[in-house]
């Protein structure tokens, strides 16, 4: 299988991970001990945590990116045609 497929079971796996207490403070918290235990298992041991980032790109521990923002620039100007 190739490392960049992501299957059905991937998806299921992730989405334990994204309900997974202790993930989910690691990647909110950004330090202490869950922090420290999902960053050094992830890679050996959890398979959950592995296939989060087969399908979302990015560690389990990694935060998780805001949105973009709407820029004021990129907005076009409400009003009558001139």
Do not use: I, M, W
């Given at each position: 299988m190739n490392?960049?497929?992501?299957?059905?079971?991937d998806?299921?796996?992730?989405?334990?991970s994204?309900?997974?207490l202790?993930c989910?403070?690691?990647?909110?918290?950004?330090?202490?001990f869950a922090?420290w235990?999902?960053k050094?298992?992830e890679?050996?041991?959890c398979?959950?945590?592995?296939?989060?980032?087969?399908?979302y790109?990015?560690?389990?521990?990694?935060?998780v990116?805001?949105?973009?923002?709407?820029?004021?620039?990129?907005?076009?100007?409400q009003?009558g045609?001139?």
């Open positions: 490392d960049k497929t992501v299957t059905n079971l998806r299921a796996l992730a989405r334990f994204v309900k997974c202790v989910s403070r690691a990647r909110h918290k950004q330090r202490g922090f235990l999902v050094t298992v890679r050996h041991l398979p959950f945590c592995r296939a989060y980032e087969r399908v790109g990015r560690k389990s521990h990694e935060p990116p805001e949105p973009d923002e709407v820029k004021p620039e990129a907005v076009t100007p009003g045609a001139d």
